[in-house]
């Protein structure tokens, strides 16, 4: 089956908790948790956007809970010879795949185009 064909456009897929942190000298903690959505759309758009789960110890105050939540990225998916999801964004390739049990999860290969910085990333199709 084309993995495409399991993806539900235009419903978001959250990621796990995150957080922004920061140590301090002195220690003192601040933190800002958020979550990360990607939605895919029918004319083969991609957005990876950001949303704070709570207003605790942000290092910035407001700022930083804007600047979260005003994050996104717009991309293009595809889906190439080898059958797996690929998102291009300007600075960032994604290439992955739903589970095959748990066809909701998405999951993905983070790799920068400027950097040689990878890393994995996995969302869950939110049922709201």
């Known amino acids: ?4 064909e399991k993806i539900k456009l235009g419903k978001p897929y959250k ?8 140590l301090h000298a002195g220690g003192i903690f601040f933190c800002t948790p ?5 939605t895919f759309f029918e004319d083969g758009v991609v ?5 704070v789960i709570e207003f605790f110890r942000p290092m ?3 700022a930083e809970i804007d600047k979260i939540n005003e994050f996104k990225l717009v991309g293009n998916y595809l889906l190439p010879a080898r059958e797996y999801i690929e998102c291009q964004f300007e600075n960032l390739v994604m ?3 739903p589970l095959n049990e748990n066809p909701e999860i998405l999951t993905f290969h983070c790799s ?4 040689s910085h990878q890393y994995s990333a996995a969302y869950k199709l939110d049922f709201v």
């Open 15 to 22: 990621s796990g908790p995150r957080a922004s942190t920061d």
């Open 95 to 97: 290439v992955g795949l």
């Open 47 to 51: 957005e990876i956007s950001s949303s």
């Open 1 to 4: 089956m084309n993995p495409l």
């Open 60 to 62: 910035d105050g407001q």
């Open 34 to 38: 958020y979550e990360e959505i990607i």
């Open 112 to 115: 920068s185009k400027t950097a």
